[in-house]
């Protein structure tokens, strides 16, 4: 029978060596789960730009509405402590988001009309997806 103990090469184990080991799998582990967790978020971040575009009201009679509907983008941010976000916007009709989904008072009557919400619904739909997702990472 072989004798691995009186056979192994002197390994000479100390704390800093381990330590050095351990860190360097942590590192390794946090990068991975840092790359999963971006893409995750970039992936929700332009579900929701669909989504919303997918909602967005439009007349097909009127062929300047489509420009409401197809002006949404997403765009990375960065922050300077590293962290990662994205910014959902309208870059064609800015002043219309807020109008169509809370819609304005008719000063006649006062009552609120042209409401059309499709933000916010989109948003909550994806937020629980997001969570989700995340979630099944950890």
Do not use: C
């Not at 990662?84 to 008072?105: A, D, R, S």
């Amino acid at each position: 029978m072989y004798d691995f103990l009186n056979n192994m090469p002197d390994v000479t184990v100390t704390p800093a060596t381990i330590e050095a080991q351990i860190g360097r799998i942590l590192d390794d582990f946090s990068n991975e789960i840092d790359a999963r967790v971006d893409s995750i978020i970039q992936e929700k971040a332009f579900e929701l730009r669909d989504l919303i575009i997918e909602r967005s009201p439009y007349d097909d009679d009127n062929k300047t509405s489509r420009h409401y509907k197809d002006g949404w983008r997403a765009t990375k941010k960065t922050v300077s402590t590293g962290a990662v976000y994205y910014v959902i916007y309208n870059i064609t009709k800015p002043t219309l988001t807020h109008l169509l989904e809370f819609g304005w008072v008719n000063k006649k009557t006062g009552e609120i009309i042209g409401r059309t919400p499709h933000l916010y619904k989109s948003y909550e739909e994806v937020q629980e997806n997001l969570l989700e997702a995340l979630l099944k990472l950890l």
